[in-house]
């Protein structure tokens, strides 16, 4: 806010210095006012709560479970367009409390998650399986899943990483019922 009120003040003044001298003691004044305006706005202590603010406390770490994966990216390598990829990233909750996933979302349509749907306990372990269709797919990929869950910090992203390799455009397979 300091910021907005600074650069408006550095307009007003820019803009002063490019009018005409008739009007410069009536912008003159303007601009020690607005000056005024923001050393009182800086020397200010009270803090202005947006009204739309939610307040916000520390997580208590025994209502929170806690990922350890051995990996959070999967090199599937080279491979073809159209083929398909599929990955199981396992965990193990190092967490206090039981961990629950409440969503996992996909960075695009062409990967697909599935999870440990039950609660994990501390100490168990649960999986998280992303599937990556290469399909209309080309060149360096890199698609990542976010995972949502009551841990710290609540969101966490796994990615598969690879190359798909092109159709020839001469080898597409018919689209379509083939008559012979």
Not at 44 to 66: C, E, K
Not at 72 to 97: C, P, R, S
Request: proline share 7%; charged share 15%.
């Amino acid at each position: 806010m300091k910021i907005n009120v600074m650069n408006m003040a550095v307009f007003t003044v820019m803009l002063a210095l490019g009018t005409s001298c008739n009007q410069k003691s009536d912008q003159d004044a303007k601009i020690k006012a607005l000056e005024d305006k923001i050393a009182q706005l800086e020397t200010s202590s009270t803090a202005v709560t947006p009204v739309n603010a939610q307040s916000t406390q520390a997580a208590d770490p025994a209502t929170l479970g806690s990922f350890q994966f051995p990996e959070m990216e999967y090199d599937f390598g080279t491979i073809n367009e159209g083929q398909v990829v599929e990955h199981i990233f396992k965990f193990t909750n190092n967490g206090q409390a039981p961990l629950v996933i409440s969503n996992i979302t996909a960075s695009c349509g062409c990967t697909s998650p599935d999870w440990s749907k039950a609660p994990v306990k501390p100490g168990d372990e649960g999986f998280v399986k992303v599937v990556f269709n290469s399909a209309s797919k080309s060149g360096t990929q890199a698609p990542t899943v976010s995972i949502q869950a009551n841990t710290n910090p609540t969101v966490t992203r796994l990615r598969l990483k690879g190359s798909v390799t092109p159709k020839i455009a001469g080898a597409s397979t018919p689209v379509g019922p083939v008559k012979r």
